[in-house]
């Protein structure tokens, strides 16, 4: 069973059957559902959408939430069912523009974004998908021998210009601004120098 359930065919098949069935059983719902699995894109509400790869979907996902926000006003609650970790980053930076009572159902548990995004505080939130991606996503590469918790760790931490260059990763198309660099340089000394030590270049690191 175990061999039968890892198998890749095995589990786009079952997310087909199960995203199929959950629009059936809300036909009728009041509520907006969206589901997504073999890159289509479907809603009990008529919404359908090009083919889309699995990490297209996990954008299109908040796409649909942030079109389904602007739709329904007021006192509106939106779960999102992924237990995708680029799901919830994505979730993150884009809190500003979904519900306040927006949550991710995720494996094991319900999380609440409200509470993520008020801990990293606004900026830091929204430049979240660059620094999931400098430091180790789906589809880039990972430091050697740091892990994501100490690494948002150093995030959390980080000052004002290392936040800004994330920032400026996720909003602007070309960089050239050597500043840039420098603090993403420096965030990366950051974690690998021992206490005491202070290094913020990577040829002397």
Known sequence: ?????????????????????????????????????????????????????????????????????????????????????????????????????????????????????KALCEKRAQALPAFHAFTGADNTGRFARVGKAKWLQKYQKADDDMVTAFYMLCKEAELSGWDVFTSLARFVCSAYCPNGVNISNIPEL
Do not use: W
């Open 1 to 117: 069973m175990s061999r039968f359930l890892s198998h890749e065919q095995t589990k786009a098949d079952l997310a087909d059957y199960l995203a199929n069935k959950t629009l059936e059983y809300n036909r009728n719902s009041d509520k907006v559902i969206v589901v997504s699995a073999l890159g289509r894109t479907s809603s009990n509400r008529g919404v359908q959408s090009e083919s889309n790869n699995h990490e297209e979907a996990d954008t299109f996902m908040i796409q649909m939430a942030i079109a389904a926000s602007q739709q329904y006003k007021g006192d509106v609650e939106l779960t999102i069912f992924s237990p995708d970790t680029d799901v919830l980053v994505l979730a993150v930076a884009n809190y500003h523009l979904l519900p306040r009572n927006t949550s991710l159902s995720m494996a094991s548990s319900v999380i609440k974004v409200e509470p993520i995004c």
